[in-house]
């Protein structure tokens, strides 16, 4: 089985934000996506009420919770493991990885070590200098405009995070029809077909493997069979009931 991702293991860095309004919103984002830990280094501005007006009431934990460091370097220094998010590519970025990936890879890692996920500030995004302390890049795939809000692209990373950490469900699949339905069935519509005329009566097997191969793409369940079957009978019904009332005439 699967580990999960430790998510008290997970930070949610802002660097350099210039926006107080941001950080509210990312703080809601990660408090949606059950993410309790939230890093600010930096920042242009720090207005705790706007911050707590866009966060709103549910994720005023999250606010209180909020540590606040002068630079990077001083704020990461506890992480073993950090992920950079960048739109830039090439240069020094050629490596980047989508966030589903990451997010993926994230499980073993959180067990025994505390993981950064480090976004920019919102006019320029991380720089060079900021990248050598990331372990890894990854990039949020966009049409051609690439420049994504800072909450926004918060929410997309945590969205990932806890998707894959949610359990798989088991698939639902029904009863499919059996060998023993299915040869019931294909006599009937060989039947049916051969006095229609639909296929040849000298070689109807031929004909007949071509159904076949196109129900076997269906994996027909066993009431799919049971509607074919009833259709043959129908038109089996039909083809008697006309051919007496031509009779009679």
């Known amino acids: 089985m699967p580990c999960k991702i430790n998510l008290d293991n997970i930070t949610i860095v802002l660097h350099q934000p210039r926006y107080s309004e941001n950080i509210g919103s990312a703080a809601r984002a990660v408090c949606n996506m059950g993410i309790g830990n939230l890093v600010v280094v930096d920042p242009e501005d720090y207005d705790i009420n706007k911050v707590n007006k ?19 370097k001083q704020a990461l220094s506890n992480y073993s493991y950090v992920v950079g998010t960048t739109a830039r590519l090439g240069g020094q970025r050629q490596v980047v990885s989508k966030p589903s990936v990451v997010a993926k890879s994230l499980a073993a890692i959180s067990i025994k070590n505390k993981i950064a996920i ?11 200098d900021d990248i050598k302390y990331c372990h890894k890049l990854v990039s949020i795939p966009t049409a051609e405009f690439s420049s994504l809000n800072l909450a926004q692209s918060v929410m997309i990373m945590c969205y990932e995070i806890f998707i894959a950490n949610a359990p798989e469900s088991a698939q639902f699949v029904p009863r499919l029809a059996t060998n023993h339905e299915l040869e019931g069935m294909y006599d009937k519509l060989r039947d049916i077909l051969v006095r229609i005329n639909y296929i040849n009566p000298e070689n109807p097997d031929y004909w007949m493997n071509k159904l076949r191969h196109f129900f076997n793409r269906m994996q027909l369940k066993a009431r799919d069979v049971s509607v074919i079957m009833g259709i043959c009978r129908q038109i089996d019904w039909y083809g008697k009931k006309s051919f007496n009332d031509g009779q009679e005439k």
């Open 118 to 128: 480090l976004f920019g500030p919102e006019d320029r995004g991380l720089e060079n």
């Open 54 to 72: 866009l966060a709103t009431h549910v994720a005023s934990g999250v606010v209180k919770r909020i540590e606040i460091f002068e630079n990077l």
